[in-house]
């Protein structure tokens, strides 16, 4: 079992950052490959980027050159920089978490969640 807690969401004017953290609680943390999602008001949950245990990084369409995913091994957390922040940005953001699979970028794909830390930009 593996428990995931988000921080580092608020409001920010477009334009703007935030990072986002993430904390495991299990110490086998390293071995997870670590997920971002999204949430929009009616709209399904999607995917925004994932990182493997190696450092190997994917990200949407969406978010390619805005947000930056990264881990520390050491401190069990992972972390989204987002820059240049848009107002279509706007969503609850959710931390996931699964063993190795060669497919990373679905809702399915994903064993364990976080409780979600909402961000909202403004225009």
């Known amino acids: 079992q593996v428990q995931l807690v988000e921080s580092g969401g608020g409001l920010v004017q477009a334009g703007g950052s935030l990072r986002l953290s993430c904390a495991a609680s299990r110490s086998t943390f390293s071995t997870y490959v670590m997920g971002w999602f999204r949430q929009a008001p009616g709209k399904e949950r999607e995917f925004v980027a994932a990182i493997r245990w190696s450092g190997s990084s994917y990200y949407s369409d969406s978010v390619k050159g805005r947000f930056t995913i990264s881990r520390d091994n050491a401190k069990n957390t992972v972390y989204l920089q987002m820059n240049s922040l848009k107002p279509e940005d706007t969503a609850v953001y959710y931390c996931?978490?699964?063993?190795?699979?060669?497919?990373?970028?679905?809702?399915?794909?994903?064993?364990?969640w976080g409780q979600g830390t909402q961000v909202t930009v403004s225009s």
């Open positions: 996931a978490a699964t063993r190795w699979r060669e497919r990373i970028t679905t809702v399915h794909d994903y064993d364990y």
